[in-house]
């Protein structure tokens, strides 16, 4: 092979490569996978990385160049497949890429040289038959039908697994989700949650928060394992959060259940963040790493850029940061908070603002609506609504009505008194005794956060 042919399928494999470390190629991904493997690339290194970063597309996690590098140190790979290059030879990858559109060409480059070197190997095992003269030429001969036979057929084997039967699949057990929250959230769970302004979404967070990091259900009388939680607060000041982050603190430790330190690390930005910029970025993967939660909460979304837009071309970033999070946490269940639309003719649209994107993004999308059934308004009663359908069987309420001790209190089944089953139920003389602030609910708050 000419030194121009070497130089060229060694730009291809770096480019290939590195087009798996830009999120934006998440529509490629799943072809580019199914066209190599490993083994295709002449440089091992650039091998191994295509089967890391593969797995990882398929677990549905997020790759770039501080996420991948993050794991591989943390696996004790960075070093062997970097040198002393370390991460910057992620970023170089990256930086090899002249257009993410041309992956596909890239990768053909790299499959016909695969194949190329597959055909060399069975040709000089045929001559090295040839040479020895052992068994008969006819068997010489039809084994290197078969070699090149296979070497023809590659690809077709990579996209050819046996089917299951029917039979054998069902005979298999479901594999039980990895909880974070028993039956509410399982880890690399999305969970994104909507309302207007001043409709309580970012209390509902916290309180989701709150109780997790006590090792108490979010809504129900039921103790869970604690879980490590990270906050991530990029519209709120200290003093606007502090005030019910105490108040919730009190109250699980009036169930019995303190939050002990290390459980709840956040971070309170109220400038927001731009994670199209590499800074931000990195510092995110930074406060994951150092906390190691369980379970993320960031928002609201709009505050995660600077450019001001709400379309996919803004939508695409966040996501991919958002990704980057889940990979480096290994998996924390996430929750996010969007703002819905305003009302229009009277109604309002709980889906987030923005682009459809996220509409198929999260794995739960819940919205927080005001009940138009009578007392509704006095208890502040409001209709839990799902804007987009699960993707999994769990356990949420119908309804939340303002709490006592808690922001939120669950109502099973919507139209029905709330349940004594569930957390800090309210009477109808506990209603009549309430403030006139707690009345108000989190409302005048709530337009802050």
Do not use: C
């Amino acid at each position: 092979m000419t030194e121009e042919r070497v130089q060229a399928l060694r730009e291809a494999e770096e480019a290939v490569a590195g087009t798996l470390l830009h999120p934006e190629a998440r529509d490629l991904a799943p072809d580019l996978i199914n066209m190599l493997s490993g083994s295709d690339f002449g440089q091992p290194r650039l091998g191994e990385l295509w089967d890391f970063l593969s797995s990882l597309w398929a677990a549905g996690g997020a790759v770039d160049p501080i996420t991948v590098g993050s794991m591989l140190r943390e696996r004790g790979d960075l070093t062997r497949l970097a040198g002393p290059a370390g991460v910057v030879w992620l970023h170089q990858l990256y930086d090899a890429v002249p257009t993410v559109a041309h992956a596909p060409a890239y990768a053909e480059i790299v499959r016909e040289e695969s194949q190329w070197r597959a055909l060399a190997v069975a040709a000089a095992r045929t001559m090295t038959a040839v040479q020895a003269r052992e068994g008969t030429a006819e068997a010489a001969a039809e084994a290197a039908v078969d070699a090149a036979r296979a070497v023809r057929d590659q690809q077709n084997r990579r996209l050819d697994d046996a089917p299951v039967d029917l039979i054998d699949f069902l005979d298999q057990d479901d594999d039980e989700p990895d909880w974070v929250i028993p039956g509410v959230l399982a880890r690399w769970d999305r969970l994104m949650i909507t309302a207007g302004e001043g409709g309580g979404k970012s209390l509902m967070l916290r309180q989701i928060l709150m109780r997790a990091a006590a090792g108490l259900h979010p809504w129900k009388k039921a103790r869970i394992a604690p879980v490590r939680v990270l906050h991530i607060d990029a519209e709120n000041a200290d003093s606007q959060a502090r005030p019910w982050l105490r108040r919730m603190q009190q109250a699980a430790a009036d169930e019995g259940a303190p939050v002990e330190r290390g459980r709840f690390a956040l971070r309170m930005i109220p400038e927001g963040l731009d994670v199209t910029q590499a800074a931000d970025r990195a510092w995110l993967a930074r406060m994951v790493e150092q906390t190691r939660p369980d379970l993320i909460s960031i928002g609201s979304l709009y505050k995660l850029t600077t450019n001001g837009k709400s379309d996919e071309e803004a939508a695409r970033p966040i996501m991919a940061t958002l990704e980057m999070m889940r990979a480096v946490s290994g998996g924390a269940a996430m929750l996010l908070e969007a703002h819905a639309p305003h009302a229009s003719q009277g109604r309002r649209d709980l889906r987030p603002i923005g682009s459809s994107l996220w509409m198929r993004w999260p794995e739960f999308g819940f919205g927080l609506a005001p009940a138009d059934e009578p007392g509704a308004k006095q208890l502040r009663l409001m209709d839990w609504v799902p804007w987009r359908g699960p993707r999994s069987e769990r356990s949420w309420p119908e309804q939340f009505m303002q709490g006592v001790s808690w922001p939120w209190q669950a109502i099973e089944y919507a139209g029905t008194a709330p349940l004594p089953s569930l957390t800090h139920t309210i009477t109808d003389d506990q209603a009549a005794a309430l403030t006139p602030e707690q009345r108000a609910g989190d409302h005048e708050q709530e337009e802050a956060f």
